[in-house]
């Protein structure tokens, strides 16, 4: 008797540990995109700008670099399930927050020294939806008070663990200064470095 509950444990034993095994690797692999805002498909032109330059590219200018630009965001902006648990990307604290402030595009366009902004200039107008849910302006008049834009900045850092960044909107209204932020986890230090080695001007 004894001997068969040793075995009957064993076996179970076995089942689990396997199961948690199973369960890692399919963490591991599976990934999580915490994206917001921009749509790749939609991009049809990528400013960056330094400190005291900056490049303009697209299909047209410089299509290498212009598919590398967008893979590279995007890569950021996913991370495998274990990793984002380990790094608190599903805690309250890494969800996507929508801030309102304003900040002026000049600004944008003259980032911090050792820092990036990428200006991501969209083929159709968009309207602004974080978290799946629709963000509205209360401010608007009328019964649609949705945000609409086709231009938004981001700043790029090298930061090699999901830190929070932020997306300014640009809506279609105001050109000259940003309302509307979007904040959410992101880890773009493969960005950065790339960009790091463009040329300016180039």
Do not use: H, P, R
């Given at each position: 008797m004894k001997n068969t509950l040793t075995k009957v444990l064993t076996i179970v034993a076995i089942v689990l540990v396997g199961l948690i095994a199973v369960s890692a690797i399919t963490?591991?692999?599976?990934?999580?995109?915490?994206?917001?805002?921009?749509?790749?498909?939609?991009?049809?032109g990528i400013t960056v700008y330094t400190d005291s330059k900056d490049n303009y590219y697209s299909e047209d200018t410089n299509k290498e670099v212009f598919e590398q630009l967008k893979k590279l965001y995007n890569k950021g902006t996913e991370e495998s399930v274990i990793s984002a648990?380990?790094?608190?990307?599903?805690s309250k604290r890494a969800k996507a927050e929508v801030i309102t402030s304003t900040v002026s595009v000049d600004t944008l366009k003259n980032p911090a020294s050792g820092t990036y902004v990428l200006k991501f200039s969209?083929?159709?107008?968009?309207?602004?939806?974080?978290?799946?849910?629709?963000?509205?302006?209360?401010?608007?008049?009328?019964?649609?008070?949705?945000?609409?834009?086709?231009?938004?900045?981001?700043?790029?850092?090298?930061?090699?663990?999901?830190?929070?960044i932020r997306c300014y909107i640009i809506s279609e209204t105001s050109i000259n200064y940003s309302y509307t932020q979007v904040d959410f986890v992101a880890h773009h230090s493969e960005l950065f470095d790339y960009i790091s080695d463009l040329d300016f001007p180039g």
């Open positions: 963490l591991a692999l599976v990934k999580s995109n915490f994206n917001q805002v921009i749509d790749m498909s939609k991009v049809e648990l380990f790094q608190g990307a599903y969209l083929k159709d107008t968009q309207q602004l939806k974080v978290n799946g849910e629709v963000v509205e302006d209360s401010s608007k008049y009328g019964s649609d008070k949705s945000i609409y834009y086709n231009t938004v900045y981001v700043n790029i850092e090298d930061n090699t663990a999901l830190t929070k």
